[in-house]
T-cell receptor, first 111, second 113 residues
Framework: KQEVTQIPAALSVPEGENLVLNCSFT??????LQWFRQDPGKGLTSLLL?????REQTSGRLNASLDKSSGRSTLYIAASQPGDSATYLC??????????FGKGTRLHILP | NAGVTQTPKFRVLKTGQSMTLLCAQD?????MYWYRQDPGMGLRLIHY???????AKGEVPDGYNVSRLKKQNFLLGLESAAPSQTSVYFC????????????FGPGTRLLVL
């Protein structure tokens, strides 16, 4: 059974710092991995999607990497801003059409 | 485009009552999903559909039923609500794998007393 783990559960960093969020999964047979952002009381917004054949994807200050063989992904946020404060979730899509989510990392950027 | 919409936004039920949550998408997506989100548990898949007229069980399907009579709509039903079903329910839709960016609705907050 696929399990997705995100460490740490919560993180506070000063504004302007670069930071890395971690995601690990137990079964490497995935279609893709997605990173989402969720603001309090809101739905999820997709940030980046990495196909199983890809190593990384970039969007603005965000860079996501995927190492399928080791079951790991990282989300790198450059030059963090207070507006980046949110919960970040990763999810993997398996071969049975299911998408399994991690429990998220709650990020707080200190002004 | 409205994207993914959910109705209602908030509802209070008494134990044993029934209700239907409606999800609608205007992106012509084949796949649709229902999740519940609870503190400390993350998002868990309830049921999903890979096309009109099809449904499948997810991780936590007990106590829920679904229907996908039209491609754009995915209904989640609670036949006899229980306090354990108090949660925030999210609907999502996507194209089939591997191009599978999911688009989420704003959520429905359900309180069962």
């Amino acid at each position: 059974k696929q399990e997705v783990t995100q460490i740490p559960a919560a993180l506070s960093v000063p504004e302007g710092e670069n930071l890395v969020l971690n995601c690990s999964f137990t079964d490497s047979a995935i279609y893709n991995l997605q990173w989402f952002r969720q603001d309090p009381g809101k739905g999820l917004t997709s940030l980046l999607l990495i196909q199983s054949s890809q190593r990384e994807q970039t969007s603005g200050r965000l860079n996501a990497s995927l190492d399928k063989s080791s079951g790991r992904s990282t989300l790198y946020i450059a030059a963090s801003q207070p507006g980046d404060s949110a919960t970040y979730l990763c999810a993997v899509s398996d071969r049975d059409d299911k998408i399994i989510f991690g429990k998220g990392t709650r990020l707080h950027i200190l002004p | 485009n409205a994207g993914v919409t959910q109705t209602p936004k908030f509802r209070v039920l008494k134990t044993g009552q029934s209700m239907t949550l409606l999800c609608a998408q205007d992106m012509n997506h084949e796949y649709m999903y229902w999740y519940r989100q609870d503190p400390g548990m993350g998002l868990r898949l309830i049921h999903y559909s890979v096309g009109e007229g099809t449904t499948a069980k997810g991780e936590v399907p007990d106590g829920y039923n679904v229907s996908r009579l039209k491609k754009q709509n995915f209904l989640l039903g609670l036949e006899s609500a229980a306090p354990s079903q108090t949660s925030v329910y999210f609907c999502a839709s996507s194209y089939p794998p591997p191009w599978e960016t999911q688009y989420f609705g704003p959520g429905t907050r359900l309180l069962v007393l």
